[in-house]
């Protein structure tokens, strides 16, 4: 082990895999002594695989009705008490985080290849593309995001599916300037010149040079951008333009029984503990390594 | 609510809102088109929701024609900017009057709740980030922290669910949702739209006090999200201005603590700081969306959500409009600032 | 004109201006005595409160304070049309021919007493705009080029009614119950006409009526204010009524506990078995003419076999739903002719039988059953009950996937015919049977291009002879003839008909103990406040 990070930490790498090996490592360290960014990440860590072994995990069936037994409170059946049908809330909980982790990871996919997209293009081609492509994130970019979603998913009918785009429409810009910017510094660097020289199509230069080195910036932005994306799908939910019911979305599962907050309580706050819980433990995450990469923004 | 503000560098914004300074029309007519869009796209069948579910074909197929519905998409829009001109942004099918008079009496309501909410968020905020600044890496600092990124993490509807359940329900401290209680309905004459001025104005303190008493949780609610942007941005401004030289300057000079904390550091970094405040005034129209659906405040947060649901194409129309210009009225506020107070961009 | 002062007096609040504000008070005081506070959804009111084009729960039942017509249904009960404005009336021998004898003395809030003048010019104008309720009163040959002819005053107290196709009579005048025969004063509203309108505008806002109520004030999707019409002839025992935009029903049950309104209009079933019986609160409690259907569209293919359709009603629990989703607000009703209104049969035929239903599904041609999708709104209690549905189906292999919706998003996706299964509620137009009878019944034409979109319409229910009998019904002068048509009509429709008729509703409003008297009605038109009284 301490060879190992005697290498890894080695001033004189010789190779570039160790050098950027290297250069993991010793954020890692600096991450790991931000305790709240550990407790981040294993909160992070411990919601995906809860919600992969959620069928294991739950005690029902999460949407097995029982209607005798609405809104039961908590007991040694019902972990968490039942719902509006009767369906046991602590299973719905569990199946929800996959909803959830499923819309974020399905909005990421989305979101990330058409900022790149956009932002590349417009950084390598400049002139008209440029301010044409900028203009329009500009336009998407004037709106409140949840706002620009909302009207989006009602034009398309509320659903899980609407909500997805409609989110990841409204949150790829920053996306696009973010790989706009790195693509402008790199255009003009050595290498390219030098690809550039060697024949290379503007397609290709774009897709096989500048999109992957704008890759690893966007994956950091993904880290910092989770949370926002969960409150936003949890948001629609809540307004009832999300998942529809009987889906065990966490927003939805407010929104259905947030009136029985008089009676059973515990039925509407129990979704919002997990909205929470998985939102703060991207932000602590995202925080953490914010510090390691850019110490300025604190 | 969303993370565009936490997350998204302020560089970043700042070249977004510098390039769209000279650009608000293009902005605007793009906003337009948008929504325009998103509003003929509904499911929901427009003349439905004027009509109801019973009427006759040839009353719908009347309204069809008299909303120029049955005309091309190209030929509506070009109507739409016409009477837009003139401002007249058609009427709505749920309150049967015009939604500019309707935005007049449902806008100073969110901008009521709006302005105290980031108003507590400033008088909050600022000191926090100050003082966590100060005292960098101390148990203050990490309670800061914590308090701040929970703002962020936490639903603003859940954390208002919660405020209603113990402070309302429970406690019985607070009043409920609404503007008002029911008896003080229709009471005060209306001057600005925002209750609590309006009840001053016209001397009735019972109904100003009331008016008040619904105001506190939906804006304390309201406030912790800016909160925790405007905390995390002083502090992270702060630490930036006391490693300046000038500081170190002051410090050899002997002058005071508080004085170089207030004076010298924190003077350096107003007009940043009002960069973001303006930022996060903006934001905050999200989250009035929001709030103002578990308070039952008559906003325009909760007047865009119902003509939604209602297919209320005009309205709908309307209210993007006004959020999305407000919005960008509040962006180009704080790149304007940002350009002319601050020297190093001059 | 009340002032907040006057109102305030008797409230314990008022004391001291600058007094400890509300948030340190604790819990407050209850709203005073002479105003009234109803938590109510009023979200729903389109066309605002014209008469002439309300037809919305909210608004019909607005208007019902505000105006009065010329026949009502009997306020004691029963379905038994009396004299409201009309003292008394004469109908010639071929049924074509109405004469009305206004009661004299009747004043509006103006102060100026109603004539015949008034009631011709309120129906003719219901034709001339010709907006949603028009075709109430267009179903009989008026036009806006003959109503003035057809429709008139003979003289200050009389009017006269010439109806260009003959219908019965009872049918008639259940018609003229409805809310667009509420007559406004011709007066006042000719002085606010704008472009032509007929007052519409200015009506929407304002009232003009003899109601024991007038308008002050509405705020959509927030607030109603009513006050007392100085010059009603019934004169309301609380001089004003505040109505408050609550959507949540637990917010109502909420607010309704802490004081903060005297009367919840739409509590559900969770939070009623919270209240009914307890000695804090009074109980106003009216079967309404509401029912709550299913629709099955017989475009789709498996949905044309009259064994298939027969099973889906034979594999509802209608009894389980009532009795654990609904209790107390919506019970077991399966006609399409609600109870309550003349010549409804009380068979129930339907009732869950799982074997029964399969063996009707393998009689169909599906033996394993199919897939279906299921449209309903998205407001508690309809996903409970889909859901159950959902289940009930999934018993006998039809597999329901279901569709949530906003209710007018749902209304258009069945105006538009592209519903599998849905479920709906509706409620007739007015109190005589060939309301309802028409909407489920009768399809003159099953292309997109018919002129009559009926209920039946939507599903694609293209039934000959039941066409014809709602016709011939609606003509018929016999009365008890007439009920025989519709007794088969119904009893044809549960063999034959696309639709699961499950629940009919009962309306229930709760009152602060201090607070009675408030009058429901089987429709909202007929819902009155005056009577509320407050101790």
Redesign the interface.
Known sequence: MSTLAAWLLSDAPESRRQASLGRFFRGWLQLRRNHLAIAGLVAALALILVSLAAPLLATHDPAAQDLTQRYAAPSAEHWLGTDEVGRDLYSRLLYGGRITLGMVVAIMVMVAPLGLAVGTVAGYAGGFADRALMRLTDIFLAFPRLILALAFVAALKPGITSAIIAIALTAWPPYARLARAETLTIRNSDFIAAVRLSGASAARIVLRHIAPLCVSSLIVRVTLDMSGIILTAAGLGFLGMGAQPPMPEWGTMIATTRGEILDAWWVPIAPGIAIFVASLAFNLLGDGLRDVLDPKQG | ????S????LP?RF??SL??LA?VP???F??IL??F???R?????PV????????????IA?VRAELALDKPLPVQFWIYLEHLARGDLGS??????PVTT?IA?FFPATLELATTAILIAILLGVPLGVFA?RYQGSHFD?AV??VS??G???????LG??C??FF??KL???????QQ????????REVTGMRVLDAALA?????F??A??HL?QPALVLAYFSLSIIT?MT??FM??ALAGEYIVAARAKGLSDARILWRHAFGNIMVPLITVIALAY??L??GA??TE?VF?W?GIG?????S????DMNA?LGA?LV??SV??GL?LLADLAYRLLDPRVR | MLTRRTLLASAAAAAVPLAAPAIFSGARAATPRNIVAMAKQIDDIIGAFDPGESYEFSNNEGCGNLYRKLVIPDPAGGDRLVGDLAEKWEVSKDGAVFTFHIRHGVLFESGKPLTAEDAAFSLQRVVKMNKTPGFILTQFGLTADNVEAMVRATNEYTLELKLPIVQATSFVLYCLSATCGCVVEKATVLANQANGDLGNAWLKMHSAGAGSYRLVEWKASDHIILEANPHAATKPHVPRVVIRHVADPSAQLLALQKGDVDIARDLVSDQLKLVLNKPDYNVARRPQLTSMYIGMNMGVPELQKVEARQAIKTAIDYEAIAKNITPNLWSVWQSFLPKGIPGAVADNPFKKDVAKAKALLAKAGYPNGFSVTLDHFAKTPYPEIAQAVQADLAAIGVKVQLLAGEQKQVISKTRARQQQLAMLTWFPDFLDAHSNAQAFCQNIDDSDATKLKSVAWRYHCFDKEMTELVDAAVKELDTKKRMEMYAKLQRDFFQRGPFAFMLQNVEISVMRKDVSGLALGVLPDYTRYAPITKA
């Open positions: 609510m969303s993370g565009t936490d997350a998204s560098p970043v070249r977004a390039s769209s650009s293009i902005t605007l793009g906003l948008v929504t869009l998103i509003g796209a509904m499911p929901i069948d439905i929701a004027i009509v109801g579910d019973h009427a006759p074909p040839d009353v009347r709505s099918v749920m309150t049967s009057r309707d009496t600044a990490h922290r914590v990124l929970a962020q993490s936490v639903p603003i509807f859940v669910l919660l209603l359940l309302y329900v019985g401290i607070a009043p409920g949702t609404g209680d029911v008896l003080f309905e229709g009471m005060v001397g009735d303190w019972d109904a006090w009331d008040l008493a506190a995390r502090r992270a630490l930036e903006a934001g129209l999200e969306v929001l659906t039952s008559p909760l007047y865009l959500t119902g939604l649901l209602n297919a709908v993007t959020i999305g919005y960008v962006n």
